[in-house]
């Protein structure tokens, strides 16, 4: 072989046995369903925490992130990774409500914990782990939180509601254990679909109803057909999203692609949340420009409202040894927090 020819060929051998595992990795591809509509900031949550997994790994992982209809319905994309039509979902455990008794407790209870001490319960205390009990029956890969939602808003109504009387016969649109509460404190619960809640306003079928937070509820026009806003949302605090992984699909992966797909999740949960606190104050602004009575709920009401929360609780606790496993250390958890927060917070005004 003449010396060039042997250069070239070391040169070959020699680059070959140099390019690194991820040089010579195989692309992966997965299919991501989610519950959220086309043009929503959940769906641009989905999209982001997609995005971020593809640059993350260098494009050896690439999530094609579809919104709810296109692939599947809002409903049925846990159905699709658990049969493995879809290698991810991304949504919320609220809609697994009707099977999964705790799931509740994760993220859309009222009463429940804020943000900031929802995400340190989560990451750094039981949280993830309970995650993970949440979701074994259904034999996942990997789950986890994809986002967070800062505080709702309680209610849009043309009626004030200002002691806990205002509440009976109150026509009122909402869902899940806050709709059981408010049943009990004699208010008419009726649960619609986002999209019937301003026609319902505007032709005083509701009374009264919630949908989300004030920058969505800002893209729902709700201001246009309610004079009054009332604040905080203590039905719910925080409104967890999620990622739910087919078994097989997560296990395919090596363990970095793993650990990306891990820090892909907490930065698209930060991500989000501050869009929407950061959106939320000009909603909020905004309704006050057009006119909206933005009213805070009273707190002895909240506290009443309160009482009837924990009663709730408690007597699903005593029915299922799981949700009382998860709202024991939720509590449990507080307990230890309010007395840091008291502590560490000014309380200068």
């Given at each position: 072989?003449?010396?060039?020819?042997?250069?070239?060929?070391?040169?070959?051998?020699?680059?070959?046995?140099?390019?690194?595992?991820?040089?010579m990795?195989?692309?992966?591809?997965?299919?991501?369903?989610?519950?959220w509509?086309?043009?929503?900031?959940?769906?641009?949550?989905?999209?982001?925490?997609?995005?971020?997994?593809?640059?993350?790994s260098?494009?050896?992982?690439?999530?094609?992130?579809?919104?709810?209809?296109?692939?599947?319905?809002?409903?049925?994309?846990?159905?699709?990774v658990?049969?493995?039509?879809?290698?991810?979902?991304?949504?919320s455990?609220?809609?697994?409500?009707g099977?999964?008794?705790?799931?509740?407790?994760?993220?859309?209870?009222?009463?429940?914990?804020?943000?900031?001490?929802?995400?340190?319960?989560?990451?750094?205390?039981?949280?993830?782990?309970?995650?993970?009990?949440?979701y074994?029956?259904?034999?996942?890969?990997?789950?986890?939180?994809?986002?967070?939602?800062?505080?709702?808003?309680?209610?849009?109504?043309?009626?004030?509601?200002?002691?806990?009387?205002?509440?009976?016969?109150?026509k009122?649109r909402?869902?899940?254990?806050?709709?059981?509460?408010?049943?009990?404190?004699?208010?008419?619960?009726?649960?619609?679909?986002?999209?019937?809640?301003?026609?319902?306003?505007?032709r005083?079928?509701?009374?009264?109803?919630?949908?989300s937070?004030p920058?969505?509820?800002?893209?729902?026009a709700?201001?246009?057909?309610?004079r009054?806003?009332l604040?905080?949302?203590?039905?719910?605090?925080?409104?967890?999203?999620?990622?739910?992984?087919?078994e097989?699909?997560?296990?395919?992966?090596?363990?970095?692609?793993?650990?990306?797909?891990?820090?892909?999740?907490?930065a698209?949960?930060?991500?989000?949340?501050?869009?929407?606190i950061?959106?939320?104050?000009?909603?909020?602004?905004?309704?006050?420009?057009?006119?909206?009575?933005?009213?805070?709920l009273?707190?002895?009401?909240?506290?009443?409202?309160l009482?009837?929360?924990?009663?709730?609780l408690?007597?699903?606790?005593a029915?299922?040894p799981?949700?009382?496993?998860?709202?024991?250390?939720?509590?449990?958890?507080?307990?230890?927090?309010?007395?840091y927060?008291?502590?560490?917070?000014?309380n200068?005004?």
């Open positions: 072989m003449k010396p060039s020819r042997l250069f070239s060929f070391a040169f070959a051998i020699l680059l070959f046995c140099s390019l690194t595992p991820l040089a990795a195989k692309t992966i591809n997965w299919k991501m369903a989610s519950s509509p086309d043009g929503t900031i959940l769906q641009w949550a989905a999209d982001v925490f997609a995005d971020t997994v593809g640059k993350l260098g494009g050896r992982l690439v999530i094609k992130s579809y919104a709810a209809g296109v692939l599947m319905g809002a409903l049925e994309v846990m159905d699709g658990k049969t493995g039509s879809v290698d991810i979902a991304h949504s455990p609220a809609y697994q409500m099977k999964l008794k705790a799931s509740p407790l994760f993220g859309y209870i009222p009463f429940g914990m804020e943000v900031i001490p929802y995400l340190t319960w989560f990451y750094q205390n039981d949280g993830q782990a309970l995650y993970q009990e949440l074994a029956q259904y034999k996942l890969g990997y789950a986890t939180a994809c986002g967070i939602l800062p505080s709702e808003n309680l209610a849009w109504s043309n009626k004030p509601i200002r002691s806990m009387a205002d509440f009976k016969g109150l009122f909402t869902s899940g254990f806050w709709g059981e509460i408010l049943t009990d404190a004699g208010a008419a619960v009726v649960m619609l679909p986002a999209g019937e809640i301003y026609e319902a306003l505007q005083k079928v509701l009374d009264a109803g919630e949908f937070i920058s969505m509820d800002k893209d729902l709700f201001h246009e057909t309610a009054y806003l604040v905080p949302g203590i039905h719910q605090p925080s409104t967890l999203l999620d990622i739910t992984i087919n097989k699909s997560w296990q395919a992966l090596p363990d970095d692609l793993k650990a990306i797909v891990k820090t892909a999740a907490q698209t949960t930060l991500n989000l949340l501050t869009r929407c950061n959106e939320d104050i000009k909603a909020l602004s905004f309704f006050k420009d057009k006119g909206v009575q933005i009213e805070y009273y707190p002895a009401i909240q506290k009443e409202l009482v009837k929360t924990n009663a709730l408690d007597k699903k606790a029915d299922d799981f949700f009382a496993k998860v709202l024991t250390s939720q509590r449990k958890f507080m307990e230890s927090y309010s007395t927060n008291n502590l560490m917070t000014p200068v005004k």
